[in-house]
């Protein structure tokens, strides 16, 4: 028996579970009540904001999502809290400028944030670079802040054991705290990760943290392979919003481990009673239909054809309002066609939707690239950064022809943001962090704004004229 060394766990309860499964519905009222429980656990961290808790708390929930941080804060006194981050392109969808990159880590961090994940959809190391340098300054200067770089893991031919690895070697030098494996799609199986974990333990003294989901059937025993190889860290779910296109059960790697040298140590009972709290809610996302029980079984196409579930989901609402459901199959085949034209980069927002969304048009114009979307032709440009195969020259010659491509740092073009961002929503500024808000979802904060004045009013936003900015009191 090796000597022991007990696996720690991320819980992913109230950031991705609830977003894999039920669209980020989670309210923060229903979190509050549980936190002291889940404080007691002892768990690495609890996974709570990213890209789709903030965007889906604005929009569908009305609340702000800066909020729901702090006080997630307050409640988990021991507890490390960790986000998401998608590198330059922050909880967005388009690369911004480095002051709003640094401006968003030293919010996040203020308001309660310790281990922030930064991924980029490209594996574009160049796009990490500017959040991890404003974490590590806000680390040198407090003490707090934890730089985690994710590696977006996906399969093709660019995507070697030496890539990977490479990538663990670059990530070091790069000045992470650790890193992260992100199978976003549930593509890691067990013999692969168990290989990738070694590999990678044998050249980065850094934590590695292994973060993937049920999709395909394969993830527990991914975990246990990865365990198995040296793994420090995994991301599960508690039991009601485990499995399926969520994380495996938390209960159920902490079972797994009992009594050997990975044992979690953390308390069952404790654990049993965080799940009772959850199964409620759970059964009633079933019976309004939130909860889809489609996904909650093994999707095997997803390892046929790589495509993350999230991505599956909108490409069939994008073919539905065309009236061309007919065409999904269709679609799917071009998908890896319209990636291998874009460099075949992994797909994790923005590539996912960016790919998807090409390949609706190019079936459903019969014609590919007779219209291309404007992202499409940002990623030709270069403007999301370098993808680890070249892009497809007629493809360019097509979409942007005569063009010049950018190869720096897309961000290095881009002038400071901050200023122009405030005065573009000064009305509506009550704090900070609501330039940041606005910064990411512009027409979004926007109505959230109006919604939180009308509360702060009284008044009914659905009678508030809001062309003419009058509101009846
Ligand atoms: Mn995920």
Redesign the pocket.
């Known amino acids: 028996m090796p000597e022991a060394k007990p696996i720690k766990i991320t819980e992913?309860i109230l950031r991705?579970a609830h977003?894999?499964l039920i669209a980020t519905r989670m309210p923060t009222e229903l979190m509050l009540p549980i936190i002291d429980k889940m404080d007691k656990v002892g768990y690495n961290s609890v996974e709570c904001w990213g890209g789709a808790t903030f965007d889906a708390s604005l929009r569908f929930l009305k609340e702000d999502p800066w909020d729901r941080l702090r006080k997630l804060r307050d409640g988990f006194k021991n507890t490390k809290l960790q986000m998401?981050f998608r590198g330059q392109n922050i909880l967005g969808y388009r690369p911004y400028a480095d002051d709003v990159v640094d401006s968003f880590v030293e919010k996040s961090i203020a308001n309660g944030i310790d281990i922030i994940r930064i991924f980029d959809c490209f594996n574009d190391l160049r796009n990490l670079q500017e959040a991890v340098n404003a974490t590590n300054k806000i680390k040198a200067r407090e003490g707090r802040g934890h730089a985690q770089v994710a590696l977006s893991y996906t399969l093709g031919d660019a995507y070697t054991m030496e890539y990977w690895i490479d990538m663990a070697k670059k990530i070091e030098e790069m000045g992470a705290d650790s890193i992260c494996i992100?199978?976003?799609a549930g593509l890691l199986v067990p013999y692969k990760a168990s290989e990738m974990i070694r590999e990678m333990k044998a050249v980065t003294k850094l934590p590695i943290q292994l973060?993937?989901?049920y999709t395909s059937g394969v993830a527990g025993m991914t975990y246990l392979k990865a365990v198995e190889a040296g793994v420090d860290v995994i991301?599960c779910a508690i039991s009601p919003f485990a499995m399926g296109t969520s994380?495996p059960a938390t209960e159920v790697m902490v079972e797994t481990f009992k009594g050997t040298p990975y044992d979690t140590g953390y308390d069952q009972n404790l654990l049993a009673e965080i799940a009772d709290y959850f199964r409620p809610y759970r059964d009633e996302c079933l019976a309004n239909g939130l909860l889809n029980p489609k996904v909650m079984g093994v999707d095997i196409k997803t390892l046929l054809y790589q495509v993350p579930g999230g991505m599956l989901s909108n490409m069939v609402s994008q073919l539905k309002e065309q009236n061309a459901e007919d065409k999904y199959y269709d679609v799917l085949k071009e998908i890896p066609k319209v990636r291998k034209d874009l460099g075949e980069p992994p797909l994790v927002t923005p590539s996912s939707q960016i790919v998807g969304t090409q390949a609706v048009f190019n079936v459903l114009m019969g014609e590919r690239y007779k219209m291309a979307t404007d992202q499409t032709k940002d990623v030709l440009r270069g403007k999301y950064g370098q993808t680890v195969k070249p892009m497809n020259q007629e493809v360019i010659d097509k979409v942007i022809p005569g063009e010049e491509r950018i190869t720096c740092r897309p961000a290095d073009l881009l002038s400071n943001e901050m200023e122009k961002l405030e005065s573009e929503m000064a009305e509506w500024k009550q704090q900070d962090e609501d330039v940041l808000s606005y910064a990411l979802f512009p027409q979004v904060a926007v109505d959230f704004f109006k919604y939180r004045q009308a509360q702060q009013e009284k008044v009914d936003p659905a009678k508030a004229d809001v062309k003419n900015g009058a509101y009846p009191v």
Do not use: G, N, P
Request: hydrophobic content about 15%.
């Open positions: 992913t991705d977003q894999s998401l992100k199978d976003m973060h993937t989901h991301d994380q």
